[in-house]
């Protein structure tokens, strides 16, 4: 069984920074695909970003390019989420999530893509 667990959130002013991190059990992060979303009250699920590992491809939200690099380091878990130059708008619930799949890049993007979800973590900009 899979299990994602995400920490790292938190509150932050206007142009700072976070380190999000997702954990997997029962799940390697050198295969498939995985996903960062966001979600507000009120809203769908947002994609933010997302990594194709076998492809080494990797997907942002406009909103989000240049400023929350997907990575990982040699020991391949966690992943991480650094969300750099944070703006009000970043405030959400963010929540990573997996497939065993390789899917396609016009897939990358749509919830139902993915399989197994973290239970998400709370993410505030605000001065």
């Known amino acids: 069984q899979v299990q994602l667990v995400e920490s790292g959130g938190g509150s932050v002013v206007p142009g700072g920074s976070l380190r999000l991190a997702c954990a997997a059990s029962?799940?390697?992060?050198?295969?498939?695909?995985m996903a960062w979303f966001r979600q507000v009250p009120g809203k769908e699920r947002e994609f933010v970003a997302g990594?194709?590992?076998?492809?080494?491809?990797?997907v942002y939200a406009d909103s989000v390019k240049g400023r929350f690099p997907i990575s990982r380091n040699n020991a391949k878990n966690p992943v991480y989420l650094k969300m750099n130059d944070m703006k009000p708008a970043d405030t959400a619930v963010y929540s990573c999530?997996?497939?065993?799949?390789?899917?396609?890049?016009?897939?990358?993007?749509?919830?139902?893509?993915?399989?197994?979800w973290g239970q998400g973590t709370q993410v505030t900009v605000s001065s």
């Open positions: 990594r194709r590992w076998s492809f080494s491809t990797d």
């Open positions: 029962g799940h390697t992060f050198s295969s498939g695909t």
């Open positions: 999530a997996v497939t065993s799949r390789n899917i396609i890049l016009s897939s990358l993007r749509t919830t139902t893509s993915y399989e197994y």
